[in-house]
């Protein structure tokens, strides 16, 4: 498939394909990552940022491991 750069602002842009572009499931404003390759521009779709609440359901008591035991008081601790 062919396509062609176009000049959007004082940038560059490239248009991609739809079907392209479904099947990787880019939408307007999805992040993608650009690297420079020794043949030519490589881009990748970016994961999305994981939010807290993905973060956090790994986080069990298990994961943890609870509370440790540290003995009695040895000084002027207060408990």
């Known amino acids: ?17 739809r079907d392209y572009a479904q099947s990787l ?3 307007s404003d999805s992040p993608v990552t650009l690297e420079l390759t020794e043949h030519g521009l490589l881009i990748r779709p970016r994961p999305a940022r994981p939010t807290l609440d993905d973060l956090l359901r790994g986080v069990t008591p ?18």
């Open 62 to 79: 298990e994961v943890v491991g609870g509370e440790e035991d540290w003995g009695h008081p040895q000084g002027q601790e207060d408990w």
């Open 1 to 17: 498939m062919h396509a062609k750069i176009s000049t959007w602002g004082n940038s560059l842009a490239l248009r991609i394909p």
């Open 25 to 27: 499931d880019l939408k």
